[in-house]
T-cell receptor, first 110, second 115 residues
Framework: GEQVEQLPSSLIVQEGASVLINCSYT??????FPWYKQEPGKRLQFIID?????ERKQNQRLTLLFDKKTKHLSLHITATQPGDSAIYFC?????????FGTGTSLLVDP | GGIITQTPKFLIGQEGQKLTLKCQQN?????MYWYRQDSGKGLRLIYY???????QKGDLSEGYDASREKKSSFSLTVTSAQKNEMAVFLC??????????????FGSGTRLTVL
């Protein structure tokens, strides 16, 4: 089945810094890649997505890069704020199966 | 907007006990899911239901039963609670299934403790 790895598993940055969260998957049948954020004590919520026919998508301070050849995604967060502190999950989707990565825990120090 | 409500928020049971977790959604979504979240292991799918009265096993279904008697509700039963399954159980829903573009909406979770 699909294997999804996220790196790093955790990171701590100073407010205002940029961060990069990486996600690698194994199944080339995955065609849609939503990302979710789980703030402490709150429910997971969708933050950004990309389809396999795209290479880049931006939503304000979030930029998602996708490399179909290497089966790799990167989530770039700029100008981090304490409210960005959360666990981030990528979720490769092949239509009939959704898989979640192991998560990246981000802590933004004010 | 809609919401997914999970009850109870905290569930404490004895080893070997049968325990039921409940989930309600008012999005009018067809598909509902139960995930288990363990620290450092991401989310693993236990059961999902494409529509009312449908049940599909996920990767982690052993030791669990599920029931979808109404479109708006999806319950999960731990058939015999074990100490190694203390985790947070998340319910989610999506508009449909199999479209290759499903975004999930999540409940706030039920934290299970087994004594």
């Amino acid at each position: 089945g699909e294997q999804v790895e996220q790196l790093p598993s955790s990171l701590i940055v100073q407010e205002g810094a940029s961060v990069l969260i990486n996600c690698s998957y194994t199944d080339s049948a995955s065609v849609y890649f939503p990302w979710y954020k789980q703030e402490p004590g709150k429910r997971l919520q969708f933050i950004i997505d990309i389809r396999s026919n795209m290479e880049r998508k931006q939503n304000q301070r979030l930029t998602l890069l996708f490399d179909k050849k290497t089966k790799h995604l990167s989530l770039h967060i700029t100008a981090t704020q304490p409210g960005d502190s959360a666990i981030y999950f990528c979720s490769p989707n092949m239509g009939y199966k959704l898989t979640f990565g192991t998560g990246t825990s981000l802590l933004v120090d004010p | 907007g809609g919401i997914i409500t999970q009850t109870p928020k905290f569930l404490i049971g004895q080893e070997g006990q049968k325990l039921t977790l409940k989930c309600q959604q008012n999005f009018n979504h067809d598909t509902m899911y139960w995930y288990r979240q363990d620290s450092g292991k991401g989310l693993r799918l236990i059961y999902y239901s494409i529509t009312e009265n449908d049940l599909q096993k996920g990767d982690l279904s052993e030791g669990y039963d599920a029931s979808r008697e109404k479109k708006s509700s999806f319950s999960l039963t731990v058939t015999s609670a074990q100490k190694n399954e203390m985790a947070v159980f998340l319910c989610a829903s999506s508009i449909s299934w199999g479209s290759s573009a499903e975004t999930l909406y999540f409940g706030s979770g039920t934290r299970l403790t087994v004594l």
